[in-house]
C-alpha cells in the first residue's frame, strides 16, 4: 500500500500530521494524526454538551495519550488505546461500536450473556448519533495537543468548556517527561505571576519595562494589565486587554451617579466602547483613550485631562468662544467626580468586553442597568467580523484560483 502524508493546520489550533495508508488489494484504508508541535506547558479537557446533529459534525483531533468519556453511558476510551485520529465526534463513536463488534462473534460462543449486554451498549451507543437527548462529549488530554472544533470561533462557543490544568506526576511519566521531585511552586501560576518584558518609552524612546499580569475581575472574565514605567523621563502608562473571545452580543451599560461613593466602582473600558454622558451632550468615541482598567472616578479625570491638555481646544489657536464652553464643561465634569451633581453614565461596547462594577453582586444592583443587544452590520463591520470566515476558506480560494 501507500501511505501518504501531509502538513496541515487546523484553524484557530495548530499544525498536525495527517498520515493516509490505503491498500489497493483489498481496499483497506486508515488514517492517523501526530502533533507538529511539542507537549503542551498544562494538559486540556474540552467538555461539549451535544444537542443537535450539527454538533456530531464537529472536527475532532484526538491525540494517542488522550481519554474520551461519554458520562451519560459511563463509557470511556482510555489513553493509548488508539492511535491519534482526525475526525468527528460521530467518527469516534463509529470507531468504538467497530471496535466492540469486532470480537462479538468469539464473545456469543464463549460468553452469550457477556455478547449480548455488549450488544445492548452497542445500540445505546448507534442511539447517540441520533441525538434524540442532549449527552456530554469529554475530551482530556495531559499532553494538549487534542482539540474539539468551536464553529463559533473567534466568538464565545457557551456548549463548549475548555479547561487547562497542571499535569501529575503520574500523567507526566505516561507522557515520557522528567519529573520535578520539587513540588509545584504557586507563584509560578500565570495568575499570581507579573510578566516582564523589554521596550522603548513612548514619549521619549529611552529603553523601559512593561509589566503585564493576568487578572480575573469577579464575576466578569479575565482580562490582561499591561503597565509601562521610564526611569528617564517618568512617563507612566497602563493599558488592559481582553482575555476571551468577542461575545455574541454586545453590550450596553448605564449607571445612574447618585453618590459620591460610586466613584470607587472599579471599571473596564475595551478599545471598543464608547462612552456618554447624556447630562453634559457628551460622547467618547470607541477607540479613545485605548483600554482601561481603572476607577470611573479615575475614567473621568482621564476624559477631564483630555480636554484640558488639547492644545486645539483651550491653547492659543482657540477661539474664545470655544474655549469658555470647553472650561464649561470641564467644570461640570468635576461637579459630578466631587458628587456635586448627579448624571448618568453610559458604556455602550458592541464587542460586550467592557465591565462596570456591581457593588451589590451578586443581587442586582438598583442604579446598574446592563442590556444585552445583537450588533448592527455596521457595528460588525468596524469590530471586521463581516470579512472573517472560519469555515469553506479554503474551498472557495481554491475554485477562485
Keep these: 500500500g501507500v501511505t501518504r502524508l501531509l502538513l496541515t493546520r487546523i484553524p484557530f489550533f495548530k499544525e498536525i500530521i495527517v498520515s493516509s495508508f490505503a491498500c489497493d ?30 454538533d456530531m459534525n464537529r472536527e475532532v483531533v484526538k491525540t494517542d495519550c488522550a481519554t474520551a468519556r461519554i ?51 452497542i445500540g445505546k451507543l448507534k442511539q447517540l448519533k441520533e441525538v ?9 488530554d495531559p499532553s494538549g495537543n487534542s482539540f474539539v472544533e468551536n464553529p463559533h470561533a473567534p466568538r464565545k462557543d457557551d456548549a463548549l468548556a475548555v479547561t487547562r490544568y497542571r499535569r501529575t506526576p503520574q500523567q507526566a511519566a505516561l507522557l515520557g517527561l522528567e519529573l520535578d521531585e520539587k513540588p509545584a511552586d504557586p507563584a509560578e501560576d500565570l495568575r499570581n505571576e507579573v510578566l516582564q518584558f523589554n521596550t522603548n518609552c513612548p514619549e521619549c524612546n529611552a529603553p523601559a519595562n512593561t509589566n503585564m499580569k493576568l487578572v ?40 445612574r451617579i447618585t453618590d459620591p461613593s460610586d466613584m470607587t466602582r472599579d471599571i473596564l473600558k475595551s478599545e471598543t466602547c464608547s462612552v456618554e454622558i447624556p447630562e453634559l451632550e457628551f460622547e467618547l468615541g470607541m477607540g479613545v483613550l485605548g483600554g482601561k482598567f481603572t476607577t470611573l472616578e479615575g475614567l473621568l479625570k482621564d476624559i477631564a485631562d483630555l480636554v484640558e491638555r488639547n492644545p486645539f481646544t483651550l491653547g492659543d489657536s482657540s477661539r474664545p468662544s470655544k474655549t469658555e464652553k470647553l472650561r ?37 444592583d438598583p442604579e446598574l442597568k446592563v442590556e444585552r443587544y445583537e450588533r448592527t452590520f455596521e457595528q460588525n ?21
Design 381 to 401: 463591520e468596524d469590530l471586521g467580523l463581516n470579512d472573517m470566515k472560519t469555515e469553506g476558506y479554503e474551498s472557495e480560494g481554491a475554485s477562485g484560483r
Design 328 to 364: 464649561e464643561f470641564v467644570g461640570k465634569l468635576h461637579e459630578i467626580v466631587e458628587g456635586k451633581t448627579k448624571a448618568h453614565f453610559i458604556m455602550d461596547d458592541p464587542a460586550g468586553n467592557s465591565y462596570l462594577q456591581n457593588v451589590y453582586a451578586p443581587e442586582e
Design 132 to 140: 434524540r437527548s442532549s449527552f456530554t462529549f469529554i475530551i482530556d
Design 25 to 54: 488489494s483489498c481496499s483497506w484504508s486508515n488514517t492517523e494524526i501526530q502533533s507538529a508541535g511539542r507537549i503542551q506547558e498544562q494538559g486540556v479537557r474540552y467538555t461539549l454538551a451535544v444537542t443537535s446533529r450539527q
Design 216 to 255: 480575573q475581575i469577579p464575576h466578569f472574565k479575565e482580562v490582561i494589565i499591561m503597565a509601562t514605567n521610564c526611569d528617564s523621563c517618568g512617563h507612566r502608562t497602563n493599558e488592559v486587554k481582553s482575555g476571551g473571545a468577542i461575545e455574541p452580543q454586545g453590550t450596553r451599560i448605564t449607571l
Design 71 to 121: 458520562p451519560e453511558l459511563d463509557f470511556e476510551i482510555p489513553a493509548f488505546t488508539q492511535k491519534g485520529v482526525l475526525t468527528t465526534i460521530e467518527g469516534i463513536i463509529d470507531r468504538a461500536v467497530a471496535g466492540l463488534e469486532q470480537d462479538q462473534p468469539v464473545r456469543r460462543v464463549a460468553d452469550e450473556e457477556v455478547a449480548s449486554k455488549i450488544d445492548e451498549f
